[in-house]
């Protein structure tokens, strides 16, 4: 058995992000395309003999203790199977914090993981996927990885067969946004654009990236737009500089493009960086 492992981290984006209604458990029932893209974190996972949980990082801004989804994971797994090892976990951050791109639950999903080959658990990959709805609605998909329609509070997956690769650019303007406050301001009868799931899944299957651009939508916009118009602002600014289209992913602030044109992709990445820090030439990931 060995005693220490790296695990990668992708990121997510969402493609869509329909808002059926609010559940009785007081979560969002979620209609959602996710995508894993290749800007990764990298988790060194290693056992210790005493029997404690630390997180360390190359990130000041991430919190080094149990509020940190990869802490709870670590935790979680160990109590889980009876575990007596102490865990050591470094988390070299490449994913913007507060970004809606779900890198805290793809380091959490890559402990869950990683434990599972470090400690020969043999897990199957659905315990692994209900251990992470356990930490958070993202994190089952991070564990399954690739392409996939979400569904429920974002646990309930079905996995997409691979399209049209995608050439993406990344924009995360420099401010968070709270994904909590944005789901209690939602207000489903202010939402003027919905997401075409079944058009978009039908352009999907078909490798029509003009379709797959054309459909994207995310109804979260009704709110994060309100708060802070400079993500509209990114997304006008990407669509002249030649995107397909451009949408905010998650709960926001980050925006991202489809461009079809390489070069085009990397003329607007010099452009946005005249204005922001974080932008990154991306492509979607397959596991």
């Given at each position: 058995?060995?005693?220490?492992?790296?695990?990668?981290?992708?990121?997510?984006?969402?493609?869509?992000?329909?808002?059926?209604?609010?559940?009785?458990?007081?979560?969002?029932?979620?209609?959602?395309?996710?995508?894993?893209?290749?800007?990764?974190?990298?988790?060194?996972?290693?056992?210790?003999?005493?029997?404690?949980?630390?997180?360390?990082?190359?990130?000041?801004?991430?919190?080094?203790?149990?509020?940190n989804?990869?802490?709870?994971?670590?935790?979680?797994?160990?109590?889980?199977?009876?575990?007596?090892?102490?865990?050591?976990?470094?988390?070299?951050?490449?994913?913007?914090?507060?970004?809606?791109?779900?890198?805290?639950?793809?380091?959490?999903?890559a402990?869950?993981?990683?434990?599972?080959?470090?400690?020969?658990?043999?897990?199957?990959?659905?315990?692994?996927?209900?251990?992470?709805?356990?930490?958070?609605?993202?994190?089952?998909?991070?564990?399954?990885?690739?392409?996939?329609l979400?569904?429920?509070?974002?646990?309930?997956?079905?996995?997409?067969?691979?399209?049209?690769?995608?050439?993406?650019?990344?924009?995360?303007?420099d401010?968070?946004?709270?994904?909590?406050?944005?789901?209690?301001?939602?207000?489903?009868?202010?939402?003027e654009?919905?997401?075409?799931?079944?058009?978009?899944?039908?352009?999907w299957?078909?490798c029509?990236?003009?379709?797959?651009?054309?459909?994207?939508?995310?109804?979260?916009?009704?709110?994060?737009?309100?708060?802070?118009?400079?993500?509209?602002?990114?997304?006008?600014?990407?669509?002249?500089?030649?995107a397909?289209?451009?949408?905010?992913?998650?709960?926001?602030?980050?925006?991202?493009?489809v461009?079809?044109?390489?070069?085009?992709?990397?003329?607007?990445?010099?452009?946005m960086?005249?204005?922001?820090?974080?932008?990154?030439?991306?492509?979607?990931?397959?596991?």
């Amino acid at each position: 058995m060995h005693s220490k492992i790296e695990v990668t981290a992708p990121a997510k984006i969402n493609l869509t992000l329909d808002i059926k209604g609010k559940r009785a458990d007081g979560y969002h029932e979620l209609e959602t395309v996710m995508q894993q893209i290749d800007l990764l974190d990298r988790i060194t996972i290693e056992l210790t003999s005493e029997g404690s949980i630390s997180v360390d990082s190359n990130s000041s801004f991430i919190p080094h203790d149990k509020e940190n989804l990869a802490c709870q994971a670590a935790a979680l797994f160990l109590d889980k199977y009876g575990c007596e090892e102490g865990v050591r976990i470094f988390i070299e951050k490449s994913i913007p914090i507060g970004a809606g791109l779900a890198g805290g639950s793809s380091d959490a999903a890559a402990v869950l993981w990683g434990l599972n080959r470090l400690l020969d658990c043999k897990l199957e990959e659905q315990d692994l996927l209900n251990l992470g709805a356990q930490i958070g609605s993202d994190v089952p998909f991070c564990l399954l990885g690739g392409s996939a329609l979400a569904r429920g509070r974002g646990e309930l997956l079905q996995p997409l067969k691979h399209s049209v690769p995608l050439l993406l650019l990344l924009v995360k303007p420099d401010f968070q946004v709270s994904t909590a406050e944005v789901y209690k301001q939602f207000n489903l009868a202010q939402v003027e654009r919905f997401p075409d799931t079944r058009a978009f899944l039908e352009s999907w299957r078909k490798c029509d990236i003009i379709g797959i651009a054309a459909h994207m939508e995310n109804v979260l916009e009704s709110v994060s737009i309100k708060i802070f118009p400079e993500i509209a602002l990114i997304k006008e600014k990407l669509k002249k500089l030649g995107a397909l289209n451009a949408l905010m992913s998650g709960s926001g602030p980050s925006v991202f493009a489809v461009f079809t044109d390489r070069v085009l992709a990397l003329k607007a990445m010099e452009n946005m960086r005249t204005s922001y820090r974080e932008v990154f030439l991306v492509s979607s990931y397959e596991k």
